[in-house]
C-alpha cells in the first residue's frame, strides 16, 4: 500500500472524521476505501476531510462516491469537508460536487 497517503479517524459526535491526507490513487485508494466502510459500519455521521490531499484520481474519486451510497443505502450522513483546490477541481470535472454534501473546514482547532 502506498506510503503517501495518510488516514486518520477521529471521533466526533454522532459519528466520525476521517482526516485524509496526501495522495489518494489507484495504489492507495483501496485503504481508504477501507477505513470509509469501517466508519460507515459504525453508523452515525461519516465527514471526510479532505483539505491535506494533494492529488486524487479517478480510483479516488470513485471510492468517495461508493461510500456517498452505500451511506445513502443505509440512511446515514456523509460529507467531505474543506476539498482541497485539487479535489474540488476533479469532482467539478467530473460534474459529481452537486452529488455531495460539502462543509467548510471548521472553526477553530480540532
Known sequence: ???RLRVATERME????VVVGGEVDMESSPRLLLELQRCLAHGGRTVVDLAGVQYI???GIAVLVEALKVARRR???FALRAPSAQVTAVLALAQLQQFFRIEPAPDGPR
Open 1 to 3: 500500500m502506498s506510503d
Open 14 to 17: 454522532g459519528g466520525q472524521v
Open 57 to 59: 484520481d479517478s480510483a
Open 75 to 77: 440512511g446515514q450522513e
